[in-house]
Structure formats: structure tokens, C-alpha cells
T-cell receptor
């Protein structure tokens, strides 16, 4: 399957702590995007990182990409209750014009 | 940022009827559009990829005669669920991109319920 694998599947942390989610894939990508989805709602774009980039930041978000290991991580610092959501990586494969989603991480922030 | 508008946001239909979902890119030319289906508490599964003016490429296991996709212009793609059954009830989301290495913009999704 081309689907990205994300871990952990679920993560529960205390408000204020950092949350890290990982995404691994099997074949070459052009870029990787991270999205957030609140229950039953649409997707919110967080960050796009291209295959020639190693790290990007946006506010409390930090994304890294290691193409040699075929993996990416999303770090959310100083978590807030509003960060409770599902997070997905989306892989834009080099070989075909498709975008495939990872399995997702359900993040819960405890007050 | 770029906007993709998906309509309707919710639809309830009777078994055996067909439902059309529209996906429009409002301020850019979408050379490629994607259609996804999402079941509760699961990830988004790619159904098909469509390029403007050509036939859609369906993923394995997706019936092209049941899920008709039309991408007639650079700003509009439609997904028609034909002869809908209760098992087709799901959240359908479209996405549009300008190029191969650009951000994908997503519609708000359509919650289809077949009764």
C-alpha cells in the first residue's frame, strides 16, 4: 500500500506539553503536507515541506523531513486544548500525480 | 490563500437515487483534482485523480461506473454517486492543485447519507 504510516495512532498529553507525530512512507515524494481535522469537519492545512527541504516552522509547529529515512515528524510545542484533533500527513508521490494520506494520529490535550 | 468550494455540505438521499457533488477552485486553475472518501475515525482514502479534460484515474477497488467523475474545466470537477446505497454513506472530500509540487487545497467536504 502507498498509504503513509503514522505513529502514534493516538496521543494524549497534558496542556502545555509538546506533541510529536511521525509519518513514514515507502517511495519517493515531491512534497509532504500536514493537515489537521477536527471531528467530522474539513481539513486545515498546516505546513507543506518539499523533498529538498529538511525543516520548516510555522508558529508553534515544526516539521522535519528526512528523505533518507523516508520519514517526517510534526512537533506541536506548548500544546493547547484547541489542538485536540486528528493530524494527517499527505504524501505527493514523485512517480504519479497522487496525494495519499497517512493513517492519522488522534491527539487529545488534557486540561 | 486559495479556496476550494465544495457543494453541498450535507445531502440525504434515498437508496437507488444519484447524487452529484461539485468541487470548484475559486481563484486558481486546478490542473489536478482528487476525490477522497472518509469513514468515521479513519483516514482519507483516495478514490480517483482527475486532470482537466481527461478521464479520471480510479484507485483499485473503486467502481468507476458507480462514482462518475467529470473534470470538464480548470475550475470544476464533479463526483456523481450513482444508484446510491446505504453503504455509500460517507464523508467525501475533494482537493485541487495547480501543479505537482504545490499545496493541495481541500473543499469543506460533503456528508452523504443514503437512507
Amino acid at each position: 500500500s502507498q498509504q503513509g504510516e503514522e505513529d502514534p495512532q493516538a496521543l494524549s498529553i497534558q496542556e502545555g506539553e509538546n506533541a510529536t507525530m511521525n509519518c513514514s512512507y515507502k517511495t519517493s515524494i515531491n512534497n509532504l503536507q500536514w493537515y489537521r481535522q477536527n471531528s467530522g469537519r474539513g481539513l486545515v492545512h498546516l505546513i507543506l515541506i518539499r523533498s529538498n527541504e529538511r525543516e520548516k516552522h510555522s508558529g508553534r509547529l515544526r516539521v522535519t523531513l528526512d528523505t533518507s529515512k523516508k520519514s517526517s515528524s510534526l512537533l506541536i510545542t506548548a500544546s493547547r486544548a484547541a489542538d485536540t484533533a486528528s493530524y494527517f500527513c499527505a504524501l505527493r508521490y514523485s512517480s504519479a500525480s497522487k496525494i495519499i494520506f497517512g493513517s492519522g494520529t488522534r491527539l487529545s490535550i488534557r486540561p | 490563500g486559495a479556496v476550494v468550494s465544495q457543494h453541498p455540505s450535507r445531502v440525504i438521499c434515498k437508496s437507488g437515487t444519484s447524487v452529484k457533488i461539485e468541487c470548484r477552485s475559486l481563484d486558481f486553475q486546478a490542473t489536478t483534482m482528487f476525490w477522497y472518501r472518509q469513514f468515521p475515525k479513519q483516514s482519507l482514502m483516495l478514490m480517483a485523480t482527475s486532470n482537466e479534460g481527461s478521464k479520471a484515474t480510479y484507485e483499485q477497488g473503486v467502481e468507476k461506473d458507480k462514482f462518475l467523475i467529470n473534470h470538464a474545466s480548470l475550475t470544476l470537477s464533479t463526483l456523481t454517486v450513482t444508484s446510491a446505497h446505504p453503504e455509500d454513506s460517507s464523508f467525501y472530500i475533494c482537493s485541487a492543485t495547480e501543479g505537482r509540487n504545490t499545496e493541495a487545497f481541500f473543499g469543506q467536504g460533503t456528508r452523504l447519507t443514503v437512507v
